[in-house]
């Protein structure tokens, strides 16, 4: 997984409450990015990073947020989960000289 | 179990065979694109990418065929083994932070 890990690996929670889930890079790459994956589409960007503190909005960002204060670390946080959040979440990263995203190995989140 | 590809479009090949995955994609502008294999329970794995200004390109068993006229991208994958049973998928890149993904097709060994 291209030195990628992501915690929780799996995580059941009931609609209302906070949930933050966490990437860790060891490979210094500039870009990362949270996606979630869904029966019937491709990988939807939620929010992606472009370096330490500079985050941006993805296609499917509503009802999350994301911090990186750290070149290895980007968060993904469901203020109030809700069940249409159910999904598996995969975070990737990109070396800022070339275009190929790797991929950690998913967090599956089930929002009850 | 899997939460992805409930509906995907299967490939069953005979193992030893050679497999032929398609994939439309959608922006004449994009310059780069990724072939992705996803086994059940895991991340997407980097297999193969290719550049708009290339036709094909080779790899270990794989060849990626880029066809720009038509937008079309092919993966084919030379004498299947059991353990290239996965999802596979495609992503195109337009050189910016977006890359658009396929929903990916389903490659069935058969023994």
């Known amino acids: 997984d291209a030195g990628i890990t992501q915690s929780p690996r799996h995580k059941v929670t009931e609609t209302g409450t906070p949930v933050t889930l966490r990437c860790h890079q060891t490979e210094n790459h500039r870009y990362m990015y949270w996606y979630r994956q869904d029966p019937g589409h491709g990988l939807r960007l939620i929010h992606y990073?472009?370096?330490?503190?500079?985050?941006d909005k993805g296609e499917v960002s509503d009802g999350y947020s994301v911090s990186r204060s750290k070149t290895e670390d980007f968060l993904l946080t469901l203020e109030s989960a809700t069940s249409s959040q159910t999904s598996v979440y995969f975070c990737?990263?990109?070396?800022?000289?070339?275009?190929?995203?790797?991929f950690g190995p998913g967090t599956r989140l089930l929002v009850l | 179990g899997e939460s992805v590809g409930l509906h995907l479009p299967t490939l069953s090949v005979q193992e030893g065979d050679n497999s032929i995955i398609n994939c439309a994609y959608s922006?004449?502008?994009?310059?780069?694109f990724i072939w992705y294999k996803q086994e059940s329970g895991k991340g997407p794995q980097f297999i193969i990418d290719i550049r708009s200004n290339m036709d094909k390109r080779q790899g270990q068993r794989v060849t990626v065929l880029l066809n720009k006229t038509v937008k079309h991208l092919s993966l084919q994958i030379a004498a299947t083994q059991p353990g290239d049973s996965a999802v596979y998928f495609c992503a195109e890149n337009m050189g910016t932070y977006k890359y658009i993904f396929g929903t990916g097709t389903r490659l069935k060994v058969l023994a």
């Open positions: 990073s472009y370096g330490v503190k500079d985050t």
């Open positions: 922006n004449s502008a994009s310059d780069y």
């Open positions: 990737a990263i990109r070396d800022g000289s070339q275009e190929t995203q790797y």
